[in-house]
């Protein structure tokens, strides 16, 4: 079945950087767009970036443009999400998901940024 497995969230303080990852399963990976949501204190499920099947092009939240990076790696099934210049407002809890397979989710990753 569908999973994702997503990996790299922790403590950082702002201004610093920490690199997602998402192990997904279960279908065709390169033949889909993937995407990148968050789980903040304050909004609902909110969503980060988008990357096409071959990796271009992409789409990026106003709120993270310029400072986090999507990319995947489609030999290995795996999602990343670069983010650089963290501040406070991007604490959450991180999500990858399939665009073709809505209803399937991780457990997430837990991104905190606090000094």
């Known amino acids: 079945q569908v999973q994702f497995v997503e990996s790299g969230g922790g403590l950082v303080h702002p201004g610093g950087s920490l690199r997602l990852s998402c192990a997904a399963s279960?279908?065709?990976?390169?033949?889909?767009?993937m995407r990148w949501y968050r789980q903040t204190p304050a909004k609902e499920r909110e969503l980060v970036a988008t990357?096409?099947?071959?990796?271009?092009?992409?789409y990026y939240a106003a709120s993270v443009k310029g400072r986090f990076s999507i990319s995947r790696d489609n030999a290995k099934s795996m999602l990343f999400l670069q983010m650089d210049s963290l501040k406070p407002e991007d604490t959450g809890v991180y999500y990858c998901?399939?665009?073709?397979?809505?209803?399937?989710w991780g457990q997430g990753t837990q991104v905190t940024v606090s000094s």
């Open positions: 279960g279908f065709n990976f390169s033949l889909v767009r």
């Open positions: 990357i096409s099947g071959a990796g271009d092009p992409t």
């Open positions: 998901m399939a665009v073709d397979f809505m209803n399937s």
